[in-house]
């Protein structure tokens, strides 16, 4: 990309909307084709619009990406996308709304260090200017996937720290879900004004992908983690406790099966609830799952949902306003279709099923975001595409 620093401008791009036959009235999905291709990680629902965020993909070798943020009615019509190309920004991980309405991003990095990238926050008022830059990590390859904000107004900074020379597999490799060198969380808690408070990598010899985080009511944070056995055994989930000067207070791991945690919620009763995946063997295939623990980390129950002939997960949840669980993710038959259902999943507090939908798409579909809205609808995000096309950018919305 061109250097066009801090500078938002409108690119050509198409929408392209899913009529689907026996969707409730209210409920529809729209995909939006962008030039380059789109991987969505959030969405924001702002002041009469929402916000669909993303990467826009370029090139892979050599890397060339950047944010995309569409902007998009209530009714699904885009008003118009802004790519953002602030120099040597690759990525959006999350992104989040402060108090003054301003947007903060975090994500990936290559403008700053010699080796790797670094995790960023990057702060823009509502009309993409630049407000702040802040840069954290070490000499290895660290991305942020979540920014939670803690108490007094502080941040935690959650991402992963990948070692690029200590090779576990190719990301494609059957089998494993990880990334190619040995992974392990990386955290940096810092102040309102970016000012870095602590940063900590929690390397060990585990290969250990951090998916979600949550800020405690007493500064400290949680970890959601998967762990990756491959190539010599199943996969576990891992929920860590910290407190607010970075150290580990408690560990749980939960190794039935082959599980996979990829979603983590903080519950009004300060309870947490862990969304993922889970297979009785590495033989099975995987069907979604709900976990419920108490405010130590303990398991209360744990059940797995979906049509047991097919693979299933689910990757975003929300405690909606009278206390039920909406949970988020995909379904299909085999790893080979590209064909796959969104599936919509709403349980009481007891794990038991109040209501399950699926929703046929078409293409091969990754689910990012879960919001409830005002009127009780669900505002879905994600990413979907068919091999051989580039990836679009998914919004859906949901009546149950």
Not at 4 to 13: E, S
Not at 39 to 57: A, D, F, K, P, R
Not at 179 to 186: F, Q
Not at 368 to 377: F, H, Q, R
Request: with cysteine.
């Amino acid at each position: 990309m061109t250097d066009r620093r801090r500078i938002a401008f409108l690119v050509l791009l198409s929408i392209l909307c899913v009529s689907l036959s026996g969707l409730a009235a209210g409920t529809w999905i729209r995909w939006y084709e962008h030039e380059d291709e789109v991987h969505v990680s959030t969405v924001l629902q702002m002041e009469n619009q929402y916000w669909l965020i993303g990467t826009s993909v370029a090139s892979l070798d050599p890397p060339d990406a950047g944010i995309v943020v569409f902007r998009i009615e209530p009714d699904g019509n885009l008003l118009y996308p802004v790519a953002y190309d602030w120099e040597g920004v690759q990525s959006a991980g999350d992104a989040f709304v402060d108090a003054e309405g301003n947007v903060l991003f975090a994500g990936r990095t290559n403008t700053y260090g010699a080796i790797g990238s670094d995790m960023y926050v990057l702060k823009t008022d509502s009309y993409g200017q630049t407000l702040a830059e802040w840069i954290y990590g070490e000499r290895l390859e660290e991305f942020a996937v979540r920014i939670s904000v803690g108490s007094h107004g502080n941040y935690f900074i959650v991402g992963n720290q990948m070692n690029p020379l200590d090779v576990i597999a190719d990301p494609g490799a059957p089998g494993y879900g990880g990334l190619e060198g040995r992974t392990a969380p990386y955290v940096a808690r810092v102040q309102s004004s970016g000012a870095t408070v602590w940063e900590e990598n929690f390397r060990s010899e585990d290969n250990v992908v951090v998916f979600d985080a949550a800020a405690t009511i007493n500064g400290g944070c949680y970890l959601l983690s998967t762990v990756y056995g491959y190539p010599d055994g199943d996969d576990a989930i891992r929920l860590d406790r910290l407190n607010e000067d970075g150290q580990v207070m408690w560990s749980r791991t939960f190794d039935e099966g082959n599980s996979k945690g990829y979603s983590l919620l903080q519950l009004d009763d300060r309870r947490l609830l862990i969304a993922g995946a889970r297979a009785r063997s590495s033989g099975d295939p995987l069907q979604a799952l709900l976990m419920l623990l108490d405010v130590s980390g303990r398991e209360v129950w744990s059940r797995t949902y979906g049509d047991p002939e097919m693979i299933s997960a689910l990757h975003a949840l929300v405690e909606t306003r009278d206390g039920r669980i909406v949970a988020v993710g995909t379904q299909f038959e085999d790893y080979g279709r590209y064909r796959d259902d969104i599936y919509l999943l709403c349980v009481n507090i007891d794990g038991e099923v109040q209501w399950e939908q699926t929703y046929a798409t078409g293409k091969h579909v990754m689910v990012e975001d879960l919001l409830e809205l005002a009127d009780g609808g669900l505002l879905i995000a994600g990413t979907g595409g068919v091999p051989g096309e580039p990836f679009q950018a998914m919004l859906m919305r949901a009546e149950p």
